[in-house]
């Protein structure tokens, strides 16, 4: 994917921010978006980090997506790609899914895998989910708009809770 391609979605992402009322109407906006415009983005959804309540262990629910349904609508921290996401705070960048032990299936054609942690007050909310049919599919173009992505709702998210 060519940088340009990619401050084309940022500009778009700017003017798509002045119409939005709500976190929730942002991250479903943002999901159609790159889901639209980045050709090899075949899945591309929200969790959400639902805290530990009454005994219950947190987990990543998930929220606003486009692409296939998947079975994974509730993903504890000790698992998967994304429970290291968001347990390690870090974004995890995965080429080839089939040799990365912690990964969950969602589809058979998926090959590459990025997840990039939203944060409020420093502190993981959830995260964005990112599947590719193709292998190695996010360069460091890719995962500087996915952060830019990601940023933008933990500002929203922040500012609504204020
Ligand atoms: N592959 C993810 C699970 C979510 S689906 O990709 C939508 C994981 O390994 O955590």
Same mark, same amino acid.
């Given at each position: ?91 995890? /960048? !995965?080429?080839?899914?089939?040799? @990365?032990?912690?990964?969950? #299936? ?6 590459? &895998?990025? +997840? ?7 502190? /993981? !909310?959830?995260?964005?989910?990112? @599947?590719?049919?193709?292998? #190695? ?6 995962? &500087?708009? +996915? ?16």
């Amino acid at each position: 994917m060519t940088a340009t391609k990619t401050e084309e979605v940022k500009k778009e992402l700017d003017q798509l921010l002045q119409g939005i009322t709500s976190s929730n109407q942002l991250m479903s906006e943002v999901v159609e978006l790159l889901h639209e415009r980045m050709l090899k983005y075949n899945w591309v959804g929200f969790y959400m980090l639902e805290p530990e309540t009454r005994g219950q262990p947190p987990m990543l629910v998930l929220g606003a997506f486009q692409g296939a349904m998947t079975p994974h609508t509730r993903i504890p921290l000790n698992q998967g790609i994304c429970g290291a996401a968001a347990s390690g705070g870090k974004t995890v /960048v !995965v080429d080839d899914v089939s040799k @990365d032990e912690r990964y969950l #299936a969602c589809s058979l054609e998926t090959k590459s &895998e990025i +997840v990039v942690p939203v944060f409020v007050r420093g502190k /993981v !909310v959830g995260e964005l989910d990112i @599947d590719s049919h193709f292998p #190695a599919a996010f360069k460091d173009e890719d995962r &500087e708009l +996915v952060e830019h992505c990601a940023a933008l709702v933990g500002q929203h998210l922040e500012k609504s809770s204020a």
